[in-house]
């Protein structure tokens, strides 16, 4: 059963926590890591892109000049693709570009991600996390202590003071644990959650 350090706002230990072996401990499967974070970022894509084919351009109805005896290539209209104004080739349209993973790779992949980051010592729990008002002071505070910079921090519930905090600081994220996703915490090298938020992870995964 991993151990990990529990740790203040301040940066000081103030105890241990132990993690369930079967979600922080797990054997980490990179197939599954890559699946579901190709299908995360192809679901993010909104698929609105789109230009026009020769049949949709406007214009070009009639022929720009006879077939033979000009000297010139021949040209049906003057909205083929090779002309300036014309349509493009192979158009692209608005499509949906969602990938459906199963249920328990996600888990799986899950799992994965929160063991690499204890295997890599990039997580840290933290006792508690209350401010009183939103502080972005105390939160650069907090995230020096930890020599933390691009880092990703999991609150047990939304937490307004929290998120208002940290969102003027680069490469700081804050999320609730509901909204815990694999591409997140492989994108940010520090792993901050809240001692609640870790006992809300293993509720759902274990």
């Keep these: 059963m991993p151990t990990v350090g529990l740790f ?11 993690l369930a072996d079967n979600i922080f401990a797990t054997e ?11 299908a995360q970022l192809a679901n993010k894509r909104q698929g609105t892109q789109s230009a026009k084919t020769r049949a949709e351009v406007s214009g070009g109805g009639i022929k720009p000049w006879r077939q033979k005896g000009t000297g010139r290539a021949r040209q049906g209209s ?7 104004h014309g349509g493009i080739v192979f158009a692209p349209k608005p499509r949906s570009y969602r990938v459906s993973i199963p ?30 008002a939103p502080k972005t002071k105390e939160m650069i505070a907090m995230l020096k202590a930890f020599e933390a910079k691009k880092t990703l921090i999991v609150t047990a519930e939304s937490n307004g003071n929290v998120y208002k ?3 003027n600081i ?7 644990v509901n909204n815990l996703n694999v591409y997140d ?22």
């Design 8 to 18: 203040n706002k301040q940066g000081q230990k103030v105890g241990d926590v132990q």
């Design 28 to 38: 980490i499967n990179e197939y599954a890591l890559h699946q579901v974070v190709v």
């Design 78 to 84: 003057t909205r083929s693709p090779q002309w300036i």
């Design 103 to 132: 249920k328990s790779m996600r888990r799986v992949a899950m799992k994965s991600a929160l063991s690499a980051k204890v295997k890599d010592n990039s997580m840290i729990v933290l006792e508690n996390l209350e401010l009183e």
């Design 165 to 167: 905090s940290a969102r």
């Design 170 to 176: 680069e490469g700081v994220a804050v999320i609730p």
């Design 185 to 206: 915490i492989l994108k940010y090298e520090k792993f901050i959650i809240t001692k609640d938020a870790v006992s809300k992870v293993e509720e759902v995964y274990a």
